[in-house]
């Protein structure tokens, strides 16, 4: 007997929305950890660090919207199959460690929320200039905001710490993967790989 749906089948590559969206949460995530070593390192004067902070506020909650959208369509969509001799040990990892990936990418975004939200200064997120955005319900209530601020602040610091480990270890998979293994993990997520192997389909 036949087995008809051909849609279920796990392909090689990611589809181009997969693709794209993991690019723009790529440069994203890269551009908000460099704003946020410029912010707490750098010495500005304060309308450049204002500047500097709502456009760190922007890109925040634009990935948190893409990696919804990633989220969804991961949840409708199969990944690639895992080369079939790759030990089990490593397969769990690498979900293990997609999952975290996904998770911060998540939580960072929401912290920094909730952190503006709990603010004692109180200064209102407008999204690339153009768009207000609204705080979180409850933390704008607060009685005492200043110890809330205080641990959101902590929480998302290290929360980029651990997601800027995360990404170096996966970088560092990637490599492995295509300098040493030498499989076809790495091409999974390349542009041109999935438009050569969307050709190669009959």
Known sequence: MKTVPMLIERTSQYGVVAIVLHWLIAGGVLLLIGMGLTMDHASLDPMRMFQLYQLHK??????????????????????????ADMPVAERRAAHLAHLALYGLQIVLP???????????????????????????????????????????????HWAAWTLVVLLVLHVAAVLRHAFILKDSVPGRMLPWQAGSSQRKQP
């Open 58 to 83: 922007s890109i925040g909650i634009l990935v948190l919207l893409l990696v919804c959208l990633r989220v969804g369509w991961r949840l409708t969509h199969a990944a690639p199959a895992l080369p």
């Open 110 to 156: 929401l912290s920094g929320w909730a952190m503006v939200s709990a603010s004692v200064l109180g200064i209102p997120t407008v999204l690339f200039g153009m768009v207000p955005w609204p705080d979180l319900p409850v933390l704008t209530t607060l009685q005492n905001k200043a110890p809330v601020e205080a641990a959101l602040k902590g929480f998302h």
